[in-house]
């Protein structure tokens, strides 16, 4: 993946459909040899693992960003709620 001038990820190749991984059929091989060509069908899952950890990779990210913005909201509404509990004019406040 690279990422653009603004910054942001981008593949530089199409990606792998779950439609395409059901509907990929093989040629047959020739000279009477029965079954398909190895190397296609060996090129073919190396498409889709490298697909596959890709997703995983950016479903990683998303997961550590997902949890990095919680914990900063939650230090975030954590010094709100502090902040007004000593504030003079919060409700209920009362000078010592």
Known sequence: MRR??????YR?????????VRERR????SWGR??????????????VA????ETRSELRQA???N??????????????ANARAYQPTAPGWVAA
């Open 63 to 65: 997961v550590d960003e």
């Open 50 to 53: 490298d697909e596959l950890a």
């Open 26 to 29: 093989f040629p047959y091989l």
């Open 67 to 80: 949890t990095r913005i919680k914990q900063a909201l939650r230090d975030w509404q954590a010094e709100q």
């Open 4 to 9: 653009n001038s603004a910054g942001q990820l």
């Open 12 to 20: 530089s190749r199409r990606r792998i459909t779950p439609d395409q």
């Open 34 to 47: 029965r079954g398909v060509d190895s190397h296609d069908v060996h090129r073919f899952l190396c498409d």
